[in-house]
């Protein structure tokens, strides 16, 4: 199955390993995935001013090149960019007024986007498509009593008309890795959020956040954390790095995106994942557990 | 805002006022759909840093008070992560209420975050993706 590829900004700088983990895993299982010939930045987070509608322009130009490219879905592996390419191919399809101030704009652009052309779909979602049954056939690891803790974060849960799965009890990555024989931990934090852009200027939040989080994952024995937003990803293992510094006690946990983990699992070359990017180094843990 | 600070209520407050006009128009929000359960504050992720918690900025909204709702530091607080809208069962989209409020605060011409003044270790140090989001939401 070809399947059009949309990358993103930092999932071709500080994610790369999300796509190198991703990308070979869905080959596995005949999934080839073409990234889209040109592509913009979607602009991260989904633009809410209604009176305003420039924002929705950088992503409805990649949906209309993912038109161009003749595949009918997009892949997109950053959960950020699936909700901003999601919700303005809502914004396009629902309101007939602002899809017409959007096409006039864009009169000189060929083809005409009406907002359903284009199936998005997050990795997640296409990785309980392909089924937990098919992934355990390819395992070749064993794996010593390992307990993960899935992280959701908010963008691909929210709003309802976008989420793929539960808003308040999800259980996409749980289901999955139960079907593998990995135990999963149990805890109330999965789906909030990780306080997202407040990282740049108020660093705090972030700090107190995530804190509570991972203290929440200790005590329920968690190795690790898997997630598939690189946002999420680099808030809470970045910040963990400096609750350790100031506080001894503080336990860190390592923080993996969910591709890493199963791309370990069905025997995908290591070094894929290069741990370089990961500011909690996951290697010991994973050492200790049969994966590396 | 400050604790023994007088309010003036009135009707007039509500009915003509060019700011919250203004709030409908970009949110489409009916803030008056909020009959203050509470259940975006219960849940909201931030809550904890922000001056007022979002129902209280409902509140103060619907009694026309949107310079109060402005002064407060809760819309920059905010992570646009929507626990809020999904939660309201009243269907007040409350992200897109505090949206409005930034957008509101932002062209009148004063970023929240000025980019000049940001570190280089920060701005080495933070992905792409942090550093627009917050650049969409905090600067104009």
């Known amino acids: 199955m070809k399947i059009s590829y949309y990358p993103g900004c930092t999932v071709k700088t500080s994610a790369k390993n999300l796509e190198n983990s991703a990308l070979p895993l869905l080959g596995m299982f005949d999934i080839q995935t073409e990234e889209l010939d040109d592509w913009y930045c979607c602009g991260v987070t989904f633009s809410q001013s209604a009176d305003n509608l420039m924002y929705q322009l950088a992503p409805i130009r990649t949906l209309v090149k993912a038109k161009e490219s003749g595949n009918k879905r997009l892949l997109t592996l950053c959960d950020m960019c699936y909700n901003t390419l999601k919700r303005s191919s809502l914004v396009v399809k629902n309101d007939p007024e602002k899809q017409q101030t959007i096409r006039d704009f864009m009169y000189l652009e060929k083809t005409e986007f009406k907002g359903d052309e284009i199936e998005i779909i997050h990795i997640l979602s296409l990785l309980r498509e392909i089924g937990a049954e098919e992934i355990k056939k390819r395992i070749s690891r064993k794996v010593n009593n390992l307990k993960v803790a899935p992280y959701y974060g908010c963008m691909i849960l929210r709003p309802r008309e976008i989420a793929i799965d539960s808003a308040e009890d999800p259980r996409l990555m749980e289901n999955i890795l139960n079907t593998l024989g990995i135990e999963t931990v149990d805890y109330p934090f999965r789906s909030d959020c990780c306080t997202s852009y407040q990282i740049v200027n108020e660093p705090e939040i972030v700090k107190a956040h995530t804190k509570k989080l991972v203290n929440s994952i200790k005590k329920r024995g968690g190795d690790i954390i898997v997630l598939s937003c690189p946002l999420c990803h680099f808030n809470i293992d970045e910040i963990q790095k400096q609750i350790a510094e100031e506080d001894e006690s503080f336990e860190t946990i390592p923080v993996l995106y969910f591709t890493q983990l199963l791309a370990l699992l069905v025997g995908i070359d290591p070094n894929v994942n290069d741990f370089s990017l990961h500011y909690i180094d996951p290697r010991p843990v994973l050492e200790r557990k049969g994966l590396l | ?140």
Not at chain 2, 4 to 16: D, E, G, Q, T
Not at chain 2, 109 to 128: A, F, M, R, T, W
Request: net charge positive; hydrophobic share 40%.
């Open chain 2, 1 to 140: 805002m400050p604790k023994n600070k007088k309010i003036v209520l009135s009707s007039a407050k509500v009915r003509s006022n060019e700011d919250l006009d203004k709030l409908k128009e970009i949110s489409e929000e009916n803030i008056f759909s909020c009959y203050q359960c509470g259940n975006c504050s219960a849940g909201c992720p931030a809550a904890e840093f922000m001056d007022e918690p979002p129902h209280k900025i409902i509140r103060l909204l619907q009694l026309g008070l949107i310079k109060e709702a402005m002064y407060a530091n809760s819309s920059w607080i905010c992570a646009a992560c929507i626990y809020c809208t999904v939660e309201c069962p009243r269907g007040v989209d409350i992200a897109k209420v505090m949206e409005a409020l930034r957008q509101i605060a932002l062209r009148k011409g004063v970023n929240h975050v000025n980019i000049d003044k940001l570190s280089e270790k920060i701005l080495e140090k933070l992905p792409q993706i942090a550093l627009i989001s917050n650049f969409r939401k905090f600067t104009l």
